[in-house]
Structure formats: structure tokens, C-alpha cells
């Protein structure tokens, strides 16, 4: 099934809607990044790779708008651990910051 990511700046937060549901990753800026807060997949979205589908979303956004991300969700922090193409974005995986 093929999804739609929507970036719903307004509300500082990133989207996909199914059947009436609302998957979101929730997220605040700083200064040269983004902080990806909170991942929230309703029970009836999940094991369609929603959640994985965001995660790739957000931090493709990221690298495109060369933006840093810190990854405070536990869920974007595996999915970047799991995804070596990120872990240069990631404030938590760069090896210049003590």
C-alpha cells in the first residue's frame, strides 16, 4: 500500500492519514535542526510499515534541507541505527560532539 507523507508545519508535526486514521511524527526546530519528539502510530495502522515509512520521511526532509536531527523518539533513534545513510544527520551519532 503506498502512503502520503504530509508536512503539516503549522503543527510542527509530519503525517500520514489511512482510512480515517492519523500516523504523526511530532517535532520542534533548533537552530541548524529539528528534534524529532514523539512517533505515533494508531493500533490500526500498525504492521504497514507506517511508522518506518515517516521515519524515512522526516529524516530524508532533514537531509534535504541539511538539517540535523536529534532523535529524543526512541523509535527514530533505532530506525536511524538500523539505517547507516542517516547516522550523519543525527546529532546522537556524530562523532565531533561531546
Known sequence: MEHTLIHNAE???????????KALA???RFEGGISINHTE??????????GSFIAKGVLNYAKTHQLK?????SFISSYIDRHPE???ISVFHNKNIH
Not at 536531527?69 to 523518539?73: L, M, W
Open 41 to 50: 502510530v494508531p493500533k490500526e495502522m500498525s504492521g504497514q510499515g507506517v
Open 11 to 21: 503543527e510542527n508535526q509530519f503525517e500520514v492519514h489511512l482510512n480515517g486514521s
Open 26 to 28: 511530532t517535532y520542534e
Open 69 to 73: 536531527v536529534k532523535p529524543v523518539c
Open 86 to 88: 542517516f547516522q550523519e
